[in-house]
């Protein structure tokens, strides 16, 4: 039994070593234009998400007429930029956008934040590990699990 479950273990080794905590950030604190830019991400293989946050800069706002996008490529280039519009979150008290990207494999990717208002256009970039998602509700059942 002891075996099994040691060979069940190593066939299951690239889903239990994915990212399973909350997101994290790329990008913190940056000026982006008019606004002070926090990304976020839970860069899952499959459905990845990215959190964007903004704050006004000291004595600004942030434009009413504000579109953001987020583009990603792999860092390999060998796929093109796919641009995915992200869209405002509800947060109470903080300006917020969601955006849910496709990433389809396990590798290095070029994020790339773009701002698009009547303030101009304006964009950052950062780099991400896509991984894949694990077990989700089973990793608590899956670790808890004695070997014997």
Not at 16 to 36: D, K, M, T, W
Request: aromatic letters at 8%.
């Amino acid at each position: 039994m002891r075996l099994l479950s040691i060979l069940l273990l190593f066939t299951l080794v690239p889903a239990l070593s994915a990212h399973n905590g909350p997101p994290f950030p790329i990008i913190e604190g940056r000026r982006v234009g008019p606004c002070i830019v926090a990304l976020w991400t839970h860069p899952d293989v499959g459905t990845g998400t990215f959190f964007v946050i903004l704050d006004p800069p000291l004595g600004g706002k942030v434009p009413g007429d504000l579109k953001v996008e987020i583009g990603i490529q792999p860092v390999s280039g060998r796929l093109p930029e796919v641009h995915y519009t992200a869209q405002p979150d509800d947060v109470r008290g903080q300006v917020q956008y969601k955006a849910s990207v496709y990433f389809d494999a396990d590798e290095m990717w070029r994020v790339r934040l773009i701002l698009h208002s009547s303030a101009g256009d304006s964009e950052a970039t950062a780099t991400v590990e896509a991984t894949p998602p694990g077990l989700g509700r089973w990793d608590l059942l899956w670790f808890a699990a004695p070997l014997d």
